[in-house]
């Protein structure tokens, strides 16, 4: 069973073309530089609707997560166990994504721990996901 694929809309559209060719793409306020998330069509602070389509770092922290070890869906079921999170990106505070934690170890999953995008194929389109940040080599 096939895993549910991402159907963009007028609104959305930048986010998953993006996802696609491996950039997180935000949208970002020119009037008041708040980044906003998910894609909207104007800005939750200032109401502006001309928004501009910027790329993100692609870092972030994990804000929370839980650990799901049942599929509700059986198409996730070779998956499991598998994190949700609420990933808290870099850009500016309180600017979360509902996201994956994958290609991690699961016990060295903490809030908090830093982590980078990564991509996930699916069908024709890419859902943006996170694995725990690689260590740099100083
Ligand atoms: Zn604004």
């Not at 501009?52 to 997560?65: L, Q």
Request: hydrophobic share 40%.
């Amino acid at each position: 069973m096939n895993k549910p694929e991402p159907v963009p809309d007028e609104v959305s559209l930048h986010y998953w073309e993006g996802a696609r060719q491996g950039s997180l793409l935000l949208q970002r306020c020119p009037a008041c530089r708040f980044y906003l998330h998910p894609p909207g069509v104007a800005c939750p602070r200032c109401l502006s609707d001309s928004l501009d389509v910027v790329p993100a770092c692609g870092r972030g922290t994990v804000y929370a997560f839980t650990v799901a070890r049942q599929a509700f869906d059986p198409a996730f079921a070779d998956d499991l166990p598998y994190v949700l999170a609420l990933v808290e990106l870099d850009e500016q505070p309180g600017l979360r994504m509902v996201t994956n934690i994958i290609d991690s170890e699961l016990s060295e999953i903490t809030a908090g721990a830093p982590v980078e995008a990564t991509f996930e194929q699916r069908g024709e389109w890419s859902i943006p996901q996170f694995r725990l940040a690689q260590r740099r080599v100083r």
